[in-house]
């Protein structure tokens, strides 16, 4: 069954930067399932894939128009320590839920100065070209669920987030 809208795709992928340093890689876990055409990934990899079938593997670059987007300087901004609550440790590469008039957006600390922290508001992969190697697992028709809601259900619940603007959360995703 090849890859189209609408179908349930399974793919083990690496995922590297223009150095070749490994950014991601489901070896030793479990491969991505998305969904195929709804913006569950990045646009340029959608493309890449679209016709392929279980069994076919691909190489390809990503340029940043067509993953994550440039950098954008405006997203980077200065907030107040107190901002983040009592008693919470922030420090550079921490990353942080901010809600907002936007919605739920990751925010990662730049540089704490005193009590003025820097965050940058960019996805980390922004402005980078992104070299994939992909290989198809299986495709498979999608549930009406799935459908209906845009995205392969797990066995997961939804959840559902808060918009309290200038209200920061700890997320523990900072690489130590």
């Given at each position: 069954m090849e890859i189209?809208?609408?179908r349930v795709v399974t793919i083990d992928y690496t995922l590297r930067d223009d150095t070749g340093r490994l950014i991601d890689s489901s070896a030793g876990s479990e491969p991505l399932v998305y969904l195929h055409g709804n913006e569950n990934i990045i646009p340029g990899l959608e493309?890449?894939?679209?016709?392929?079938?279980?069994?076919?593997?691909?190489?390809?670059?990503?340029?940043?128009?067509d993953a994550y987007g440039d950098r954008d300087?405006?997203?980077?901004?200065?907030v107040q320590k107190k901002d983040f609550?009592?008693?919470?440790?922030?420090?550079?590469?921490?990353?942080?839920?901010?809600?907002?008039?936007n919605g739920?957006?990751?925010?990662?600390v730049v540089?704490?100065?005193g009590e003025e922290v820097t965050l940058d508001a960019n996805h980390p992969l922004a402005g980078e070209t992104l070299h994939f190697d992909v290989k198809v697992v299986d495709v498979r028709e999608a549930t009406p669920e799935e459908l209906e809601h845009g995205h392969v259900h797990t066995g997961h619940d939804h959840e559902e987030f808060e918009e309290d603007e200038e209200d920061f959360e700890v997320e523990d995703s900072s690489e130590s």
């Amino acid at each position: 069954m090849e890859i189209k809208k609408d179908r349930v795709v399974t793919i083990d992928y690496t995922l590297r930067d223009d150095t070749g340093r490994l950014i991601d890689s489901s070896a030793g876990s479990e491969p991505l399932v998305y969904l195929h055409g709804n913006e569950n990934i990045i646009p340029g990899l959608e493309k890449e894939l679209e016709g392929k079938n279980p069994g076919e593997a691909i190489e390809c670059s990503i340029k940043p128009g067509d993953a994550y987007g440039d950098r954008d300087e405006a997203l980077v901004f200065k907030v107040q320590k107190k901002d983040f609550g009592e008693n919470v440790e922030v420090a550079p590469g921490m990353q942080f839920e901010a809600h907002g008039e936007n919605g739920v957006q990751i925010v990662t600390v730049v540089k704490v100065d005193g009590e003025e922290v820097t965050l940058d508001a960019n996805h980390p992969l922004a402005g980078e070209t992104l070299h994939f190697d992909v290989k198809v697992v299986d495709v498979r028709e999608a549930t009406p669920e799935e459908l209906e809601h845009g995205h392969v259900h797990t066995g997961h619940d939804h959840e559902e987030f808060e918009e309290d603007e200038e209200d920061f959360e700890v997320e523990d995703s900072s690489e130590s």
